[in-house]
């Protein structure tokens, strides 16, 4: 029984986290349809714009395909989104790699240490109330830039590095080796642990909440830049009614992005940190249940 629900959590993870953000992918892409009758879109437009003329070929396509096949539409749509479900969580991991070896290793570190010059500078005294006041006032827009300018999450809460410490101890002392100092390291023995001893956690829904925000990070990301190439290629064939909304159209990506960029990290930090959790829990079970 446990086997089945099991197998069972895996295929719901799998919608989740592939079949999902690769359905929301293909819509998106197919989506500017809604904003252009393609029927009535001049065939000299057509040839020149090769946005265009793939979305009037794929239009009449599926019109084709749903009216005289539903059935099979269906079917291909599905394995469809699967296929590109792996294709968006790969570059998404991808993605978030190359920035992370951008900004947070790179670009960041001198405009933190702009910042802090300046900021010693104009604040000699960092106790001062006048600093206090402006630090608070401050403290929220620092956040915003960070959450926006950093692509690389904690793998736990700054508050339990303690624990970490106490897990590497308790580890090396039974062990008799110097178990890695890495996040990962620790993340993968407390799998293992977790699963050969039945200790109830949360890590892999938070992985599957983490896998499925950082790819609709990249869908949407993808979407901003997708709809800004659109408007300036097909602006004069959109409707009137998309043009009154178009700023909407073009912000609420942008919007869901940030949202999706936010999640992305949060879950990830959520997921080592319930590791290490688990895996303290494991290694000091004895002691908690002798109190």
């Known amino acids: 029984m446990n086997d089945f629900f099991s197998k069972l959590e895996n295929f719901l993870f799998d919608i989740l986290g592939l079949i999902l953000p690769g359905a929301i992918f293909l819509l998106i892409l197919l989506s500017p349809c809604l904003f252009v009758d393609m029927a009535n879109v001049p065939p000299g437009a057509v040839d020149k714009s090769v946005i265009l003329s793939a979305l009037k070929t794929i239009s009449n396509i599926l019109k084709i395909y749903w009216t005289s096949y539903p059935k099979s539409a269906l079917t291909i749509s599905t394995i469809l989104a699967y296929l590109m479900g792996h294709t968006v969580k790969v570059f998404s991991r991808l993605k978030y790699e190359f920035l992370a070896a951008i900004f947070d290793e790179g670009l960041n570190k001198p405009v933190v240490r702009v910042y802090a010059g300046l900021r010693n500078r104009i604040f000699r005294q960092s106790s001062s109330k006048a600093y206090l006041q402006l630090r608070e006032l401050f403290k929220p827009f620092r956040t915003l830039i960070e959450y926006i300018f950093t692509f690389s999450p904690p793998h736990h809460f700054k508050n339990d590095a303690v624990l970490k410490q106490n897990c590497l101890d308790k580890l090396n002392t039974r062990l008799s080796i110097d178990y890695p100092d890495d996040d990962r390291s620790i993340t993968k023995i407390s799998g293992v642990i977790s699963n050969q001893e039945n200790i109830k956690t949360l890590g892999p829904f938070f992985l599957a909440k983490y896998n499925l925000y950082r790819s609709l990070s990249l869908i949407f990301l ?21 043009h009154e909304i178009s700023t909407l159209i073009l912000v609420s990506p942008a919007i869901l992005w940030f949202t999706f960029h936010v999640k992305f990290k949060r879950y990830w930090t959520l997921y080592g940190d319930e590791r290490l959790m688990s895996l303290f829990y494991f290694l000091n079970k004895k002691k908690l249940n002798e109190s």
């Open 222 to 242: 993808f979407t901003t830049l997708y709809y800004i190439y659109f408007f300036k290629v097909a602006g004069i064939f959109i409707a009137p009614a998309s």
